[in-house]
């Protein structure tokens, strides 16, 4: 959905991060609540039963920041989420159960209508996994309240748009065999790893390895989400495992994911690089190593560098690269760092994205057996 430039005014006078919590659960409100005011940086300014009740203290009391529960009675977290970004836009952070399949389903959808990422809620004090969920759910709060959002426009006021549509896109770096696509995402990933592809070709030949840095617990959620939504074949990737070409391969929870030059998927527990694991930095780096000139490195949406470094490797052997363009990312982190290295063969929105790679296999340059079934202007630099 495309957004207007209608940003988010900077937090000011204050360090303090004002949130409000849309939680249908007395007992979870409550605790959410305790968490969330035992930080010295963070206030509660407000609850909210339902997502009717959310939309409406959202216009009233003005946080910095939103969580967001997705199954609630009346209006749903998705629905809220949807309205909040049309019509007073905030940062929100779902926050819901991990085990349950239409809540992850429902928490990608409304990462798709303007929610920066999910969350799973913190079990009670003296689980095993309490202390380090609380701790996560602070630091994301903290985190993504300072990410300056945008209005999205209501899809009536849009009638008539068509995303898919490319003025024009770069033409391939020569005749050059590309046998895969690598792409990593962070922060805003989701939705737009969707959107590109989305749009590929009916039976696309190629391979494409994703490493999107999401909550653990997520991931196969957002791949049934991405499988369902796509018709795409979408799948967390093993060990081992031999390439195929037309599937989305993805880096499972707490694994680097590699490439060997015979076409298989090398999967480590190794140390995190750049705070991360998987890395898109791993990815990249491997496939540099591997493929070379015979692949595409596709740099999305995202806090930090990972990556930004490796796509330079990528791109001095040979290898096409791409960058998303400022306007359309969520956080200009990781593309902003591949640029700055001059990584970045091209600069695409997702659309134009799918469509690039949709012109490296018209031009018949992928190579392999496809599998999977299923208005911007570029700038070169």
């Not at 959310?54 to 949807?82: C, F, N, Q, S």
């Not at 499972?252 to 060997?260: F, I, S």
């Not at 740099?299 to 960058?323: I, P, S, Y």
Request: some cysteine; charged content about 20%.
């Amino acid at each position: 959905m495309p957004a207007i430039n209608d940003h988010q005014s900077s937090i000011q006078g204050s360090s303090i991060i004002r949130v409000l919590i849309v939680e249908d659960s007395l007992t979870a409100r409550q605790y959410l609540e305790h968490i969330i005011n035992s930080d010295d940086q963070l206030q509660v300014v407000g609850v909210a039963r339902n997502g009717e009740e959310g939309v409406r203290l959202v216009r009233l009391k003005r946080p910095d920041i939103v969580t967001m529960d997705i199954h609630m009675p009346g209006m749903d977290g998705y629905e809220a989420t949807r309205r909040i970004m049309e019509e007073c836009p905030v940062p929100i952070v779902v926050v819901t159960t991990s085990w349950h399949r239409e809540e992850l389903r429902n928490s990608f959808q409304a990462m798709e209508a303007g929610a920066l990422t999910a969350m799973e809620k913190p079990p009670g004090p003296g689980h095993p996994r309490s202390e380090r969920l609380v701790a996560k759910l602070v630091q994301t709060i903290k985190t993504m309240s300072q990410v300056k959002v945008v209005r999205r426009i209501p899809s009536k006021e849009v009638k008539g748009y068509t995303v898919r549509a490319i003025p024009s896109v770069p033409p391939a770096r020569g005749k050059q065999r590309v046998d895969l696509v690598a792409m990593g995402a962070s922060t805003g990933g989701p939705p737009v790893i969707k959107e590109i592809i989305s749009g590929l070709n009916q039976g696309f030949s190629l391979p494409v390895l994703v490493v999107q840095h999401i909550t653990s617990g997520f991931l196969d959620g957002m791949v049934e989400w991405l499988s369902s939504e796509t018709g795409l074949l979408v799948r967390v990737a093993s060990h081992g495992e031999r390439i195929r070409g037309g599937c989305v391969y993805f880096a499972p929870d707490g694994h680097h994911m590699g490439v060997t030059g015979d076409g298989r998927i090398m999967l480590s527990n190794g140390p995190a690089e750049n705070g991360v694991r998987p890395s898109v930095s791993h990815l990249f780096r491997s496939v540099a190593r591997a493929y070379g000139a015979r692949s595409a490195g596709v740099l999305l949406t995202g806090m930090g560098k990972d990556g930004a470094l490796e796509l330079v490797q990528m791109r001095e052997k040979g290898a096409v690269t791409v960058a998303q363009e400022r306007e359309s990312c969520v956080v200009y982190g990781m593309p902003a760092e591949a640029v700055r290295l001059n990584g970045a063969v091209h600069l695409l929105p997702p659309a134009g994205i799918t469509g690039f790679l949709n012109s490296i296999e018209k031009q018949g340059l992928g190579q392999g057996e496809g599998e999977g079934k299923r208005d911007r202007n570029e700038r070169s630099i």
